[in-house]
């Protein structure tokens, strides 16, 4: 949000900050972004990830909980790569708060602690201004709420260009 207006951008995907490159020269995503966000932490690649130990994120954070050594190297190597792409992102967008959601969110303080602390390691604070980190209201359905209200706001004109209103 800016000046307390959503910002979509001119196709809609403003926002949408799990495709953002942590390496270059890493595997394509599903829309062709190299090393991806999306799949340095996406439940969609917990299974490669985890040596085909885990099969979702919830399932990898109840034995991160349970004391596993195996699932907290897994898990705080994911939450590092949040809180790396997170500090780029603060620094291009200068928020002052960070919503998080989707299913990692659901992690709770097992998420958000961890994350603090490697941002208390990356994120550049002029004048020591810290950005708040918060959970979605929606949780683990931020996401699919967002795309199904986007969906539902657009509209296509005569000339098959689709806009939202």
């Not at 910002?7 to 595997?27: D, E, I, K």
């Not at 992690?107 to 994120?123: H, K, S, T």
């Not at 604070?125 to 699919?144: C, D, E, F, T, Y």
């Amino acid at each position: 949000m800016v000046d307390g207006r959503l910002l979509r951008g001119r196709l809609g995907r403003a926002g949408h900050l799990g495709h953002v490159s942590l390496n270059p020269t890493g595997p394509l995503d599903i829309v062709n972004t190299p090393g991806s966000l999306e799949d340095a932490i996406g439940e969609h690649t917990i299974h490669t990830r985890s040596s085909g130990h885990f099969r979702s994120t919830r399932e990898l954070v109840a034995a991160y909980e349970s004391g596993s050594k195996e699932a907290a190297d897994i898990w705080l190597r994911s939450v590092n790569s949040l809180g790396a792409a997170l500090a780029s992102l603060i620094n291009i967008f200068d928020p002052q708060t960070v919503v998080i959601g989707g299913g990692i969110a659901d992690a709770n303080d097992w998420l958000f602690i961890p994350l603090r602390g490697y941002l208390d390691n990356f994120e550049w604070r002029p004048h020591g201004h810290a950005v708040k980190l918060v959970k979605a209201k929606l949780g683990h359905i931020a996401g699919a709420t967002g795309a199904a209200y986007g969906a539902l706001l657009q509209t296509q004109n005569k000339n098959g260009i689709c806009s939202i209103k």
